[in-house]
Every structure is written in structure tokens, then in C-alpha cells.
């Protein structure tokens, strides 16, 4: 069973800085992609980043040249969400997934989440 848990929210004032982290246990199959979504209070769960099994990255509009995932892309370990310049509306439950290959179908687990305040 997979199992991911997030770490690294909290409190932070109008430009400050949170790193995210997701550790991920039992995850022994094939990653299609993986990544950060948030949902704020009364709205949809968006994505904020995903990173693809081929490598290549993808960013909210609303969160480019801010957050950036990184990490020693370890096999099979969900990036760090590194998050800069934070501002109020960036308010919300982070939850790390991942899609994986299983029974020759995609399957998704999340994280419990971990909420990211910003506010002065």
C-alpha cells in the first residue's frame, strides 16, 4: 500500500518562503507522474506542479517563477515543493499525489495534506 505523508506547512507572512516535502512509502510501482496540487477554502483542488516520469515540469500560471519542485529525484520519491515570495491568495491545503501504473491502469494516491497559511 502506498502511503504518502506531507510535511513542511505552517504560518508565514506576505513574501516569505516554505519548502514542502512528501515522504512517500510502498512506492514500488511505475510512476507515470507525480507532484503538488492545493485546495483553498470554497474552491476546486488545482494543480500546482507535476513532474513527469520523462522529466519534464510543469507549473500553475499562478505559482511560475515562485515554487519550484526539487529534490535529488531519488527513484520513486515525490519532489519538494520549494514555494518563494508567498502571497495571500497561495492560502490553501497542499496535498503531494502520485499516478502510478497498476493492473495495467493509472491509480492515484494523495497525502493527507498540509495546510500553507500566508497572512500578515
Known amino acids: 500500500q502506498v502511503q504518502l505523508v506531507e510535511s513542511g506547512g505552517g504560518l508565514v507572512q506576505p513574501g516569505g518562503s516554505l519548502r514542502l516535502s512528501c515522504a512517500a512509502a510502498?512506492?514500488?510501482?511505475?510512476?507515470?507522474?507525480m507532484g503538488w496540487y492545493r485546495q483553498a477554502p470554497r474552491k476546486q483542488r488545482e494543480l500546482v506542479a507535476v513532474?513527469?516520469?520523462?522529466?519534464?515540469?510543469?507549473y500553475a500560471e499562478a505559482v511560475k517563477g515562485r515554487f519550484t519542485i526539487s529534490g535529488d529525484n531519488a527513484r520513486n520519491t515525490v519532489p519538494d515543493l520549494q514555494m518563494n515570495n508567498l502571497q495571500p491568495e497561495d492560502t490553501a491545503v497542499y496535498y503531494c499525489?502520485?499516478?502510478?501504473?497498476?493492473?495495467?491502469?493509472?491509480?492515484?494516491?494523495w497525502g493527507q495534506g498540509t495546510q500553507v497559511t500566508v497572512s500578515s
Open positions: 513532474t513527469h516520469a520523462g522529466g519534464t515540469t510543469n
Open positions: 510502498g512506492l514500488t510501482y511505475s510512476i507515470n507522474d
Open positions: 499525489y502520485v499516478n502510478v501504473w497498476r493492473a495495467g491502469g493509472l491509480y492515484t494516491y
